[in-house]
C-alpha cells in the first residue's frame, strides 16, 4: 500500500502525474492529455503500471510548449518545433541539460514575460493560462486557488498579484495584451459568483449596500467583497459600476443598509462630497432614526480622505468592518 502510494504522487521516483504536470505547467489536465494525442508530446516511457509518468526531460519539453504557444504560436506549430531536434554539434548530438522538476506547492518566480516577482505558485499558472487565453484551464485554476486558500487569501495573494501583473503588461505594450486582462476579468467574476453562496436574506438594518461612486467602471474588488460577505451569510445588495448619484441616494433610501461601501479605484471618481452625504442621510420613524456607515473602499481615496468615515486598506480590513458594524 505505501509503495503504491508514493508511486501515485510522483515520490516513488516514476516521475509526475499528469495532474502534477498540469498543476505545474498552469494547464488543464485536458491540455496535457490533447497534446500528447494529438501532437505526441507525451512521456518518452512509461515507469510500470497503468499512470503515465512524465519525466524532468517531459516536462522541460511540455514547459517550451507553453512558452511558445503564449506568445501567440499556433499549437500544431509550437509541437513541431518542440520536437524538431536541433543541429548536431560537430562530434555528436550535445547533451540535453534539464532543468529539476521544482515543487507545485510554495512561492516561485512567475512567468518572466509578466514581472511579477515572488509570488504563490498559483500565479504563475494562472498568468500563463490567461496569455494563452485558454479558459478551461484559467476556470479549474481559479476554483482551485480559492478552494485551497479561501476567498480573502486566495483574492489577495494570487489572483490580484496576477491581475497587477497583468494590467502592468497592458501599460507597457500599448495597446497590447487588452484582450488577456479583460479575459482574465471576465472569468475571475465568474469564479467568485461560483464560488459564493446565495445572497443571504435581509435582516432588518443589517444589510451591507455596495456600489461604485459615479464615473467609476472598476466593479471586480466590490464583487470579491460581496462574495466575502455572502460566505459570511451577511445580507448585501451590490449595485455594481458608476451608479448614478440620485441612483445611489435613491437606493440607499429603500434600502435601509447599516453599511455603505462606496468604491473608487481613481483620484478622479472619489467625492469627498457625495461620501458625506450618504453618511449624513437619514431613515426610519421620528425617534428612531437611523444612518449608515460610510466605507471608503479603494485607492481612489487615498487622496479624500473623509474625516470620521473609515477607509479598509484591503478586503480582510472590509470584511472586519462590516462584521463588526452589522448587528448580529
Known amino acids: 500500500m505505501t509503495a503504491d502510494r508514493n508511486d501515485e504522487d510522483g515520490r516513488g521516483g516514476g516521475g509526475l502525474t499528469t495532474g502534477e504536470v498540469a498543476r505545474r505547467l498552469g494547464v488543464a489536465p485536458t491540455t496535457v492529455r490533447t497534446w500528447d494525442r494529438r501532437y505526441g508530446l507525451g512521456p ?133 495584451y487588452v484582450e488577456v486582462e479583460h479575459f482574465l476579468s471576465w472569468h475571475v467574476s465568474g469564479a467568485l459568483r461560483r464560488c459564493a453562496p446565495p445572497v443571504a436574506a435581509d435582516r432588518p438594518g443589517a444589510t451591507t449596500m455596495l456600489a461604485c461612486v459615479p464615473g467609476e467602471n472598476h466593479t471586480l474588488p466590490l464583487e470579491v467583497l460581496a462574495a466575502a460577505l455572502a460566505e459570511r451569510h451577511l445580507p448585501v445588495r451590490m449595485f455594481g459600476a458608476a451608479l448614478p448619484v440620485d441612483s445611489l441616494v435613491a437606493a440607499v433610501r429603500r ?56 477607509r479598509p486598506r484591503g478586503l480582510a480590513e472590509a470584511v472586519a468592518a462590516v462584521e463588526s458594524l452589522v448587528p448580529g
Open 44 to 176: 518518452d516511457a512509461h515507469t510500470g503500471g497503468t499512470h503515465r509518468r512524465w519525466t524532468p526531460a517531459d516536462v522541460a519539453r511540455l514547459e517550451r510548449m507553453c512558452a511558445l504557444t503564449a506568445t501567440g504560436v499556433p499549437p500544431a506549430e509550437a509541437a513541431r518545433t518542440v520536437k524538431s531536434p536541433g543541429p548536431p554539434a560537430p562530434d555528436g548530438p550535445a547533451p540535453v541539460a534539464v532543468p529539476p522538476v521544482r515543487p507545485v506547492s510554495g512561492r516561485s518566480r512567475a512567468h518572466a514575460g509578466l514581472r511579477m516577482g515572488d509570488v504563490r505558485q498559483e500565479c504563475k499558472g494562472i498568468a500563463r493560462a490567461a496569455l494563452r487565453l485558454d479558459a478551461p484551464a484559467l476556470e479549474d485554476l481559479l476554483a482551485t486557488a480559492i478552494e485551497a486558500h479561501g476567498l480573502i487569501t486566495a483574492w489577495t495573494e494570487v489572483i490580484m498579484p496576477t491581475l497587477q501583473a497583468v494590467g502592468r503588461k497592458w501599460e507597457n505594450s500599448g495597446e497590447r
Open 255 to 310: 434600502t435601509g443598509p447599516s453599511v455603505v461601501g462606496l468604491w473608487a479605484q481613481s483620484r478622479t471618481t472619489a467625492s469627498r462630497p457625495l461620501a458625506e452625504h450618504v453618511a449624513a442621510m437619514e431613515w426610519g420613524v421620528r425617534g428612531a432614526r437611523r444612518k449608515a456607515v460610510v466605507l471608503t473602499l479603494g485607492p481612489g481615496w487615498a487622496g479624500h480622505a473623509v474625516p470620521g468615515l473609515p
